[in-house]
């Protein structure tokens, strides 16, 4: 945690933990070193804290264009993870074919279609984990 954390920062906190959830925040925070609590700190206010927690879209409309560029810009496990956080977001699958299609006209076949591999098998990881909660 910021030492002195400012209220962005405890708004990006905040959303951060709803979007991707308190177990994936915790164990990153756990992991968090000295070498890259100014990184974490940073992403916390910046990214969760500024653009995340702006009102002019919803979290569902975030996800969608989080992931189209993370899929156009080809950072794979950064793809997975948001479409993990989906089930906190509220994107679709429906969602995710759009984002898609338009990452195919405007960034490039061959980077949605990796991402859509990507994404089927996050999907199915995530089924297997609700299905094996749900025992």
């Known amino acids: ?17 709803a979007v991707l959830g308190d177990a994936h925040v915790d164990r990153a925070e756990a992991a968090k ?7 974490q700190d940073l992403i ?11 009102p002019q879209w919803s979290k569902r409309e975030r996800s969608m264009v989080t992931i189209a560029l993370l899929a156009a810009l080809g950072q794979d496990e950064e793809v997975a993870m948001h479409v993990r956080a989906t089930a906190n977001t509220g ?13 195919a006209i405007y960034a490039g076949v061959p980077a949605a279609n990796h991402a859509i591999k990507i994404i089927k ?15």
């Open 33 to 39: 070193t000295d070498f890259d609590a100014p990184f």
């Open 91 to 103: 994107a679709t699958k429906d969602d995710l074919v759009e984002a898609m299609l338009h990452v």
């Open 44 to 54: 916390t206010e910046a990214a969760w804290g500024h653009v995340w927690s702006r």
């Open 121 to 135: 098998k996050t999907y199915q990881e995530m089924g297997a984990a609700v299905r094996e909660e749900g025992r």
């Open 1 to 17: 945690m910021a030492e002195n954390p400012s209220d962005r920062y405890n708004q990006g906190m905040a959303t951060r933990r």
